[in-house]
Every structure is written in structure tokens, then in C-alpha cells.
């Protein structure tokens, strides 16, 4: 199983595809309670990518998946996850990377994208409005304090929220650990984000009955030069619509 260790000691799991363009890697974060698997593989997307000849390799964020689970709301954060991919980068001895984000994952490849100048293209889903007005994925559908309730509850009867009481089904399905979940609802990004600094070629995909990605058109107007796209499906579902596949592979493939 490949695996690193973070600098805090955290162990981070990713997987990789072979591929036989000679292009850079493309290297896809999931999104919250997600995982690789759940994200990118069981929607047939890294097989995609793969059928284009690109080299995939997927990261379970910490908390999330195969990954270590640590419980101290210190350990997390968008910029702490971002970081990792970094470390990874650094591991691959990859030189450059097209990256692509949903969700929590989406904050985490804008964030990188400010910071690590490897990043030569950018595609980011399941976000809108709320990364510039909040920093962040959007709270006020969601708020932080719900998400915590939710999975720090044994009875998840007693969920007031239904938004929240449907991504604690969601953690339960895949069999999540709620305490370092509700760690990661804590440590939520929520600092302004410099997108004006992103110059790569970069796409915004939203789904357009997704009220996590709300008016997506500020945050593409937001990024110098990024084009938006919007396909059927909610938050759990714009990620699985044939669209969504056709928009991100086109999207990374455009040039290579």
C-alpha cells in the first residue's frame, strides 16, 4: 500500500495510474468524507483519464480514506491537506502536475495553486460563490457546528439538520471515522484565497442544482482567465454525470 509520512507524522495514502503521454501526472483530491476510490475511481473517471494515456494519481486526504486519522482538530485544515499534496508532488519527482479538485478538495488545489508553481493546469468542482465571500467551502448551507453535531451523535435519529443528516448517512456508508471528520469541520478554511495570483489554464465545474456551488460564475470570474461549466446533479451527484467526466478530461487534455 503507498504510503508517506506527512512532516507532522500523519500518514497519507495515495495511488497511482501509469500512463504513456510523457505529460505531467494528473493528480485528483477528493472531497470531504470522500476518498480517491469513492471520488475519482468508482465514477469511472481515473479510468477515463487513463484511456487518454495520462498518468493518474489519487491522495486520501488525512482523516479520509486509507489515510491516518489522527482526532486533534490541529492536525487539519485545507491548507494543512495542501500542503501534503506538495509532499507528494515532491515524492513523484514531478516537475509540473495538472490538478483537479471537488469540494474540500477543491479549496485544497486552489490553495496549492497560490503556492506551488508546479500546478500547470486547474479544474476544481462542487464550489462557487462562497470561496471568495468565505474563504472556503459554503458554511452557511452547512454550517460547521451541524456537521459537528451529526457525527458526534450515536443517534442519528436525533440530527436536526437534514443537509448534515445526509452526509452522516454518507459517512456511515463508507464506513468514515466521525471523530476525525468532525476534527476536519473544525479546522474548515475560511481565509481569503489570493486567485488573482492563479495564472494557469484553469476550469470551474458546477452542478447546477448544487447549493454547495452557488453562483460559480464569481469564483471563474475570480480566477484570471478560468472558463465555467455547469452539468446536471446535486453535490453527491454532479461528480458521477458523464458531463462532468467529458468537461474535466477535455479540460486537461486541452493542449497536452
Known amino acids: 500500500m503507498p504510503t508517506f ?3 507532522d507524522g ?9 500512463g504513456d503521454t510523457g505529460q505531467p501526472p494528473v493528480l485528483l483530491h477528493h472531497g470531504f468524507i470522500a476518498s480517491g476510490l469513492t471520488n475519482w475511481v468508482l465514477p469511472g473517471i481515473v479510468d477515463a483519464l487513463t484511456a487518454t494515456g495520462r498518468r493518474v494519481v489519487t491522495i486520501d486526504a488525512r482523516g479520509h480514506g486509507r489515510s491516518g486519522k489522527p482526532h486533534d482538530p490541529s492536525f487539519y485544515g485545507e491548507t494543512r491537506m495542501a500542503r501534503d499534496v ?8 514531478a516537475t509540473a502536475a495538472d490538478v483537479a479538485g471537488y469540494s ?9 495553486a497560490t503556492r506551488d508553481r508546479r500546478v500547470r493546469r486547474l479544474a476544481v468542482g462542487g464550489v462557487g460563490a462562497a470561496v471568495l465571500e468565505l474563504g472556503g467551502v459554503d458554511t452557511r ?9 451529526a457525527f458526534e451523535t450515536d443517534d442519528p435519529a436525533a440530527i436536526t439538520s437534514p443537509a448534515a443528516a445526509g452526509f452522516r448517512s454518507f459517512v456511515d456508508a463508507v464506513g468514515g471515522d466521525r471523530v476525525a471528520l468532525a476534527a476536519q469541520a473544525a479546522s474548515l478554511h ?8 492563479i495564472t494557469v489554464p484553469a476550469l470551474v465545474i458546477a452542478g447546477r442544482d448544487d447549493p454547495l456551488a452557488s453562483r460559480p460564475e464569481i469564483l471563474a470570474k475570480a480566477i484570471p482567465g478560468a472558463r465555467l461549466a455547469v452539468v446536471d446533479g446535486d453535490h453527491m451527484g454532479a461528480i458521477r454525470v458523464p458531463e462532468f467526466t467529458r468537461e474535466l478530461v477535455g479540460f486537461l487534455n486541452t493542449g497536452s
Open 5 to 7: 509520512q506527512a512532516d
Open 10 to 18: 500523519v500518514e497519507i495514502y495515495w495511488e497511482q495510474w501509469d
Open 86 to 93: 506538495t509532499t507528494l508532488l515532491d515524492l513523484l519527482g
Open 104 to 112: 474540500m478538495g477543491a479549496i485544497v488545489s486552489l490553495i496549492l
Open 141 to 149: 448551507v452547512i454550517p460547521a457546528a451541524d456537521f459537528r453535531a
Open 190 to 197: 475560511a481565509e481569503p484565497i489570493p486567485l488573482d495570483t
